[in-house]
């Protein structure tokens, strides 16, 4: 009897978990900064959660946006937009640009982010991110609530103050961010890097053996 009373609510639990309807629950995601521009207009800079690459060769990535938003009128008209990635001290200007709208306020000169020029497009990059994506877009589908955005990358700038002295990117000491169920977290402790469940173990140098 009281299972059945349980069963009456929306979610129908089996064992621990718990069943919802269908809805977007793939976290943690990237949330980045994505600035476009229209000439004559000032840049404008929305934060989308719904990006992702997508292709290796040719290098593509994905944006989803709602036709509502300001950007999204300028990107379709334009074709092309700036991925900039995020750390956490940028974190406050990416959830400003993810809640104000280019129609009312300047974001650039709200947050005192740098527009920066970008080769192979016309729309800027942001200056204070460690990487930015100059992206072309190949094709447009609308989907329902957001329409996607497919891009070729065709640029990539880094900032030389995360290079090592060997030339190394040191992408992940720059305190990249990740958005998950509606919070934001600073990229937390290595694991493990590609490939290392299948390596064989590093020899340890030869010496005596320690007694357990
Ligand atoms: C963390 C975060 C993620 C967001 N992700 C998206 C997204 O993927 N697609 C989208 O259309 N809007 C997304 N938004 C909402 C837009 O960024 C927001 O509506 C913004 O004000 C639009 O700016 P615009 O009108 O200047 O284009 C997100 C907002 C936040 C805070």
Same mark, same amino acid.
């Given at each position: ?26 976290? %943690?995601? %990237? ?51 700036? !991925? ?6 940028? !974190? ?76 190394? *990117? ?14 934001? *977290? ?27």
């Amino acid at each position: 009897m009281k299972k059945q009373e349980t069963n009456k609510n929306k979610n129908s639990i089996k064992s621990s978990r718990v069943t919802w309807k269908p809805g977007n629950m793939l976290y %943690p995601v %990237p949330a980045v900064m994505v600035s476009c521009q229209r000439e004559g207009e000032p840049p404008n800079i929305i934060t989308v959660a719904w990006a992702g690459t997508i292709c290796s060769s040719p290098a593509m990535l994905s944006i989803s946006i709602r036709p509502e938003r300001h950007s999204y009128d300028i990107i379709k008209e334009t074709r092309e937009f700036a !991925v900039n990635l995020v750390t956490k001290d940028l !974190v406050r200007a990416a959830d400003y640009c993810g809640v104000k709208s280019g129609r009312d306020v300047d974001k650039f000169t709200q947050m005192k982010l740098t527009p920066c020029s970008l080769e192979h497009i016309k729309a800027p990059g942001i200056e204070e991110c460690p990487v930015n994506l100059a992206c072309r877009v190949v094709e447009i589908k609308p989907l329902g609530s957001h329409d996607l955005f497919l891009a070729e990358v065709v640029g990539v700038t880094v900032d030389s103050r995360y290079m090592d002295e060997k030339g190394k *990117f040191r992408l992940n000491e720059a305190g990249l961010i990740s958005y998950s169920h509606g919070e934001y *977290f600073e990229l937390g402790k290595k694991l493990g890097s590609f490939g290392y469940s299948v390596k064989k173990a590093e020899k340890k140098p030869s010496g005596r053996r320690k007694n357990k």
